[in-house]
């Protein structure tokens, strides 16, 4: 078993034992858009996604500068966070390598610029990263810390089609695998839950993503939210969303984590759309107790992250 406290590999642990000390990133928007809304590939963008349901509240007054953000960013973080050892300007809206490398170096070097910001978290697409950005980002790997998230959803391209992702699998092995071979940390983001899954595909998904170079990964359990394209096929045909229940859910996860690489940290288990944009599931549960839930279900069942790996 895993020789951690937990039975599972936090991401704090990661940190931790890679950096010396916790991370805390900075939530920073800076007005990219994705190539399938805005016609390169298509319309509309990802059938589950409304951006405003993870862009913090204090991003939402107007605020236009990156400095603006990352001071009044600062001034909403808990103070236990402000004992970290670095900190980091998170790019998570949209996909913000969407644009030419000027553009990025325009964005960036304004976040790096600022007194307090020790690098960059980047989220972005799989398809949106040329070999000159990645270029770029690993130049500035020297002297900052530069990690890079992928929305990799679904192992399954039947899927990625059918939520419009407009790209494939196989896309993003290419791009994990290019962002690792220049020495940049990669997490991924997966989707729990998504319409034509079954509950044995999605678990299936634990060996598969093992395989991958990623250090870190995020969770998510599939939420309908409001202005989405989801949200429409829901009220027509409820049926098509098979949505975890609390319960469920941690059964879920800890059958996937017993599949799942020992040495990839979590960075979540869950996420938790505000109220005022979420139609269903409505758990009443914050990220933090489905956590504890998850721990203790990993007790009661006296196993851990990695088990049945292999």
Same mark, same amino acid.
């Given at each position: !078993?895993?020789?951690?406290?937990?039975?599972?590999?936090?991401?704090?642990?990661?940190?931790?034992?890679?950096?010396?000390?916790?991370?805390?990133?900075?939530?920073?928007?800076?007005?990219?858009?994705?190539?399938?809304?805005?016609?390169?590939?298509?319309?509309?963008?990802?059938?589950?996604?409304?951006?405003?349901?993870?862009?913090?509240?204090?991003?939402?007054?107007? !605020?236009?500068?990156?400095?603006?953000?990352?001071?009044?960013? !600062?001034?909403?973080?808990?103070?236990?966070?402000?004992? #970290?050892?670095?900190?980091?300007?998170?790019? $998570? #809206?949209?996909?913000?390598?969407?644009?030419?490398?000027?553009?990025?170096?325009?964005?960036?070097?304004? #976040?790096?610029?600022?007194?307090?910001?020790?690098?960059?978290?980047?989220?972005?697409?799989?398809?949106?990263?040329?070999?000159?950005?990645?270029?770029?980002?690993?130049?500035?790997?020297?002297?900052?810390?530069?990690?890079?998230?992928?929305?990799?959803?679904?192992?399954?391209?039947?899927?990625?089609?059918?939520?419009?992702?407009?790209?494939?699998?196989?896309?993003?092995?290419?791009?994990?695998? %290019?962002?690792?071979?220049?020495?940049?940390?990669?997490?991924?983001?997966?989707?729990?839950?998504?319409?034509?899954?079954?509950?044995?595909?999605?678990? #299936? $998904?634990?060996?598969?993503?093992?395989?991958?170079?990623?250090?870190?990964?995020?969770?998510?359990?599939?939420?309908?939210?409001?202005?989405?394209?989801?949200? %429409?096929?829901?009220?027509?045909?409820?049926?098509?969303?098979?949505?975890?229940?609390?319960?469920?859910?941690?059964?879920?996860?800890?059958?996937?984590l017993e599949r799942l690489?020992?040495?990839?940290a979590i960075q979540r288990?869950?996420?938790?759309?505000?109220?005022?944009?979420?139609?269903?599931?409505?758990?009443?549960?914050?990220?933090?107790?489905?956590?504890? !839930?998850?721990?203790?279900?990993?007790?009661?069942?006296?196993?851990?992250?990695?088990?049945?790996?292999?």
């Amino acid at each position: !078993m895993n020789q951690l406290s937990r039975r599972y590999f936090p991401y704090s642990e990661h940190l931790k034992k890679t950096y010396g000390g916790r991370i805390q990133k900075v939530s920073i928007h800076a007005d990219f858009t994705c190539p399938n809304r805005d016609g390169s590939l298509g319309f509309g963008g990802c059938t589950f996604c409304n951006n405003d349901s993870f862009v913090p509240n204090y991003l939402h007054d107007g !605020m236009k500068s990156i400095t603006e953000q990352i001071d009044h960013g !600062m001034e909403f973080l808990p103070g236990r966070y402000h004992n #970290a050892k670095a900190f980091v300007g998170y790019f $998570q #809206a949209y996909s913000n390598t969407y644009g030419t490398v000027e553009h990025l170096k325009r964005i960036y070097s304004e #976040a790096l610029n600022h007194e307090k910001i020790d690098g960059l978290v980047i989220g972005t697409r799989p398809d949106c990263l040329s070999d000159e950005q990645l270029d770029y980002l690993a130049d500035l790997a020297k002297d900052n810390y530069i990690f890079i998230e992928f929305g990799i959803e679904s192992c399954y391209n039947k899927t990625l089609d059918r939520v419009n992702r407009g790209h494939s699998f196989e896309d993003s092995v290419e791009a994990i695998q %290019k962002v690792v071979d220049r020495g940049i940390p990669v997490a991924g983001h997966m989707l729990f839950g998504l319409p034509g899954e079954s509950r044995e595909e999605t678990l #299936a $998904q634990a060996k598969i993503i093992s395989e991958l170079p990623l250090g870190s990964i995020k969770f998510h359990q599939l939420q309908i939210v409001k202005g989405t394209i989801m949200a %429409k096929q829901f009220k027509e045909d409820p049926s098509q969303f098979p949505l975890f229940q609390p319960e469920e859910y941690v059964d879920f996860m800890v059958d996937f984590l017993e599949r799942l690489r020992p040495d990839m940290a979590i960075q979540r288990f869950s996420s938790d759309t505000p109220i005022n944009l979420r139609i269903a599931p409505n758990w009443g549960i914050r990220p933090n107790q489905i956590q504890l !839930m998850i721990e203790k279900r990993l007790k009661e069942r006296d196993t851990y992250q990695g088990r049945l790996y292999k």
